[in-house]
């Protein structure tokens, strides 16, 4: 891969916040799901997502700026089995949790800072055991957060993902998820160095925003216009869903603001998480023109009636 500032557009002396900035721009735009019918922008992305992944990290990122790994966040100098291993060089492990450590030879004699010849021969051979009868290391997990439409996580079903490698998975979303919640694909991660266990995709779902609804746990919120009439007199009101129109009776003198529930009218039920509810927000709205007698019918009733809905 080209070298990580040059793909980000970034200096070197560029600060976190600068490469966070640059990294979304760039994802944005070439997001797959914004370019699908472009392979190009999807292999843009990729090198994008690769890039940040070495400069989105501190420590990676200080390992590059030191020539200690290249820009696949390979380590530099171990070239295998026969190819030497050069002072300063680092190597890089994967603990069994999927997370990583680089162990570096600083040349010299007995100049070596946390190696260890059981380990190295463990690693070229792969015999599944190390000297110190360590577990065989396994692959990295790969996260990404998925972003879903509220149809899809209302009636599940099956989406594209774009993991940060550049590699895009199919993922089956159950019907009923919620924001936050984690689907784990197990054996689809990172490869294991010398036949482990592979890694699992970890991916974190969000919902979309939509047009009409807000979702808020399992419970799904809506704000309803209200003619003045409506909300001093009462009404029976078509209101939207998820799963279509249903009537609602609106009780006379309704305030702006009132919450109603429709119960059941909410997210589905899913993996033993309960079924939501619709929550209902009663806006009142005025006319979009003025309207003359409804002016004097409002001085009257100030006049007759008058009250201070601030009042302590």
């Known amino acids: 891969m080209r070298d990580p500032y040059l793909v980000l557009g970034v200096s070197k ?4 916040d600068d490469i966070k900035k640059a990294f979304r721009r760039l994802a944005k735009k070439y997001h797959p799901d914004q370019n699908k019918s472009d392979p190009k922008a999807q292999e843009k992305f990729a090198e994008a997502n690769q890039a940040y992944e070495i400069l989105g990290d501190e420590k990676k990122r200080a390992s590059f700026d030191r020539g200690e790994i290249d820009a696949d966040g390979k380590p530099r100098g171990f070239e295998g089995f026969g190819g030497g291993f050069n002072p300063g060089a680092g190597r890089r492990h994967t603990s069994s949790d999927g997370s990583q ?11 070596r800072a946390g190696f260890d010849p059981s380990d190295l021969f463990s690693d070229i051979f792969g015999a599944g055991r190390r000297g ?9 997990d790969i996260s990404a957060v998925v972003t879903v ?19 895009m998975v199919d993922v089956k979303v159950p019907a009923g998820v919620e924001p936050g919640q984690q689907i784990r694909l197990k054996g689809q991660g990172g490869p294991a160095p010398f036949g482990g266990e592979p890694g699992d995709i970890l991916l974190t779902l969000q919902i979309a925003p939509h047009p009409q609804f807000k979702v808020d746990g399992r419970d799904i919120r809506l704000d309803l216009p209200l003619t003045i009439y409506e909300a001093v007199l009462g009404a029976t009101v078509e209101v939207p869903t998820l799963t279509g129109a249903v009537e609602l009776r609106i009780p006379p003198n309704s305030n702006s603001g009132r919450t109603m529930r429709l119960r059941g009218k909410g997210l589905p039920e899913q993996s033993g998480k309960p079924l939501g509810d619709l929550l209902v927000t009663l806006k009142i709205v005025l006319p979009e023109t003025s309207d003359p007698e409804l002016e004097a019918t409002a001085r009257k009733m100030q006049a007759e009636h008058p009250y201070n809905p601030r009042k302590t």
Do not use: I, K, M
């Open 13 to 16: 002396s560029a600060s976190a």
């Open 101 to 111: 450590h680089f162990e570096y030879e600083f040349g010299g004699a007995g100049g």
């Open 132 to 140: 110190r009868g360590g577990p065989v290391r396994r692959g990295e």
């Open 149 to 167: 439409s509220l149809g899809e996580a209302v009636r599940g079903g099956e989406v594209r993902v774009a993991l940060p490698t550049g590699r």
